[in-house]
C-alpha cells in the first residue's frame, strides 16, 4: 500500500497524506479531491459489475441503502425479500441512522438510496413514495382519553410527554404542537420507537407517533391506543430518495422492485 502511494505521488507530483506525531495521518487537500474521485470511480465499477453479473444478463453487486429507525421496521425487511428474490446475487448493505446523516451519506456518495419521511429532505432530490402516514397520539389503555377516537393537541398541555428524540420525529412533533399553541411538558425521551410505546403503556405519559398501525401490544404486554388528531394533522410521505437524476444501476434496482414494496407497505394491517 505505501509502495503504491508514493508510486502514485510522484507520477503526479503530489502529496496525498501528511504523517502528524499526534494525530495520525491526515488527508491533504490534494488528497481530498483524489479521495472523491476514487469514490466515483468505485461507484462506477460497481455499476459495471451490477450490468454484467457473474452470469450473463443476471445483476450483482452492492446496493447501499439508510433507513430512518423509525421506518427501518416497517419497509426495510420487505425491501429485502423482495431484493434478495429478484436479485438473488445483489447484496444489499443497510444503514439505520438520523435522517439528517443519512441524507449526508447519500449526498457523499457512500449510500445509494435512502429511505426517509419526507420532512426536511430537499425536493432537489429525486424520490419515489412508498407510503403515507400521520401523527398520531399514543396513549396508555387506562388513560382517560383512552376510550376517543381523535383528541386535540391542547387537550393534553398538562399531561407529561414521551417524546421520541429522533431528528425527524422530534422535529414534526414539536412543529405540531407549536402549530396548536402547545408547549410540551417533556418528561421522558426515547431514541427508540418501542422504548417510546413502553414508557407510553406504563402511564409515564403519552407520545405523538409516526403510524397508526403499530400494534397495540407493547414488548412488555402493556396496551396503548392510538387517537388521531383534530384539526387533522399533515400527511406525511415515506420516501425512497437517491441522489442523482440519472439512477445508477444500485438505484435501478431498487426502483424495478418498488411497486411491489409499495403494495406490500400499503397492505401491512
Known amino acids: 500500500m505505501a509502495e503504491a502511494l508514493g508510486s502514485f505521488e510522484g507520477a503526479f507530483a503530489t502529496t496525498l497524506l501528511v504523517r502528524q506525531r499526534a494525530r495520525g495521518i491526515e488527508l491533504t487537500s490534494d488528497g481530498i ?112 382519553l383512552a376510550l376517543r377516537e381523535v383528541v386535540e393537541l391542547r387537550e393534553l398541555s398538562d399531561e407529561p410527554m414521551v417524546l421520541l428524540d429522533i431528528d425527524t420525529a422530534r422535529t414534526h412533533t414539536l412543529e405540531l404542537m407549536g402549530r396548536a399553541g402547545v408547549r410540551p411538558r417533556i418528561a421522558h425521551r426515547a431514541i427508540d420507537v418501542e422504548l417510546c410505546r413502553a414508557m407510553v403503556g406504563q402511564g409515564l405519559g403519552y407520545s405523538i407517533l409516526m403510524s397508526d398501525s403499530d400494534p397495540q401490544l407493547t414488548w412488555d404486554g402493556n396496551r396503548v391506543r392510538h387517537l388521531r388528531i383534530a384539526p387533522e394533522s399533515p400527511v406525511i410521505d415515506i420516501k425512497l430518495v437517491w441522489r442523482d437524476a440519472d439512477p445508477n444501476t444500485a438505484v435501478s434496482l431498487l426502483l424495478r422492485v418498488a411497486d411491489e414494496v409499495r403494495r406490500g407497505v400499503e397492505a401491512a394491517p
Do not use: K
Request: charged share 20%; hydrophobic share 45%.
Open 33 to 144: 479531491a483524489v479521495l472523491a474521485s476514487a469514490r466515483d470511480l468505485l461507484r462506477q465499477s460497481e455499476r459495471l459489475s451490477a450490468v454484467l453479473g457473474p452470469e450473463a444478463g443476471q445483476a450483482s453487486g452492492v446496493v447501499r441503502v439508510g433507513a430512518v429507525q423509525a421506518l427501518a421496521p416497517s419497509v426495510l425487511p420487505l425491501l429485502l425479500v423482495v431484493m434478495q428474490r429478484e436479485f438473488p446475487a445483489v447484496e444489499v448493505r443497510y444503514t439505520i441512522a438520523d435522517q439528517h446523516e443519512l441524507v449526508d451519506a447519500l449526498r457523499e456518495g457512500r449510500l445509494d438510496a435512502v429511505l426517509a419521511f419526507d420532512i426536511d429532505v430537499s425536493h432537489e432530490l429525486p424520490s419515489y413514495t412508498l407510503d403515507r402516514t400521520q401523527a398520531t397520539v399514543v396513549v396508555h389503555d387506562g388513560h382517560p
